[in-house]
């Protein structure tokens, strides 16, 4: 096996997951839902939403509230896992919980549907709770098994919108308390200005201020901020990556 379930994946271990420190907006009700799922064994939860909506901080909350109670709880993200891991499907249904996110990595391919069909079946032949986040919804989604769609199909399906921009000033707040700086107001509306609006690339931005601050012993205003993104910028041409879902 690829994995220890009882070592849950952590996207960014600088940040952690909780509902805590999950800036909800118009997503409330979904939030409710999600939360649900500590309470009731056997649930199976599908949420779709744009990049950086919050779907794998969701994930991630829930498997940490599981823990706090206990219970054996896994995140699993597709898009990280090399092609030939299905075998880290295996031994998944002894656990409590089972969050899988990005299935729009593996929609198509044969050998990772298959394995997450059978990997879904023997979860909730074991009572376990099972929550499957993707980008697309599931009726858009090009999944070559229609065993593995139907499936899917049985639980709850939810869809998280983007938050407005007073709510992803809370984000980058709370973001910066945790790492134990102030973030003025005008910084963050300066960043809602001229950096990517996406919570990903805002967090991300917020991150490398801290570690800008820290280590030019400066403190956090416009000039530091428009540097920042200078730095940003020129990294990004230097060596693009593809957008993560990392937003709260």
């Known amino acids: 096996?690829?994995?220890?379930?009882?070592?849950?994946?952590q996207l960014n271990p600088r940040s952690a997951g909780c509902f805590d420190n999950f800036v909800a907006g118009p997503n409330?009700?979904?939030?409710k839902a999600i939360?649900?799922?500590?309470?009731?064994?056997?649930?199976?939860?599908?949420?779709?939403g744009g990049a950086g909506c919050g779907k794998t901080h969701l994930l991630n909350a829930l498997c940490h509230e599981v823990r706090e109670r206990q219970g054996r709880a896994f995140y699993l993200a597709l898009r990280r896992l090399p092609k030939d891991a299905v075998m880290s499907l295996q031994g998944l249904e002894k656990l409590n919980l089972?969050?899988?996110?990005?299935?729009?990595?593996?929609a198509g391919e044969e050998v990772w549907e298959e394995a997450l069909f059978h990997c879904f079946n023997r979860i909730r032949e074991a009572n376990g709770s099972l929550v499957i986040s993707s980008r697309l919804r599931l009726s858009s989604l090009?999944?070559?098994?229609?065993?593995?769609a139907s499936r899917l199909a049985w639980g709850l399906r939810?869809?998280?919108?983007?938050?407005?921009?007073?709510?992803?000033m809370a984000v980058m707040g709370l973001r910066s308390a945790a790492l134990g700086i102030e973030l003025p107001d005008e910084v963050r509306q300066y960043l809602l200005?001229?950096?990517?609006r996406s919570l990903t690339a805002l967090i991300q931005t917020v991150e490398n201020l801290h570690d800008l601050a820290l280590t030019n012993k400066r403190s956090i205003t416009i000039p530091l901020a428009r540097e920042a993104l200078r730095l940003i910028n020129r990294d990004h041409v230097l060596s693009p990556t593809p957008q993560e879902d990392s937003g709260s």
Not at 35 to 48: C, E, L, M, R
Not at 158 to 168: Q, T
Not at 193 to 196: F, G, S, T, V, Y
């Open 1 to 9: 096996m690829l994995f220890s379930p009882q070592i849950p994946l």
């Open 28 to 31: 409330e009700a979904v939030v």
């Open 35 to 48: 939360k649900k799922v500590a309470d009731q064994p056997g649930s199976v939860v599908f949420v779709h």
């Open 98 to 106: 089972v969050c899988v996110d990005d299935l729009h990595v593996i």
């Open 142 to 148: 090009d999944l070559g098994l229609p065993d593995l």
């Open 158 to 168: 939810l869809p998280l919108v983007p938050i407005a921009d007073e709510d992803k």
């Open 193 to 196: 200005k001229h950096q990517e």
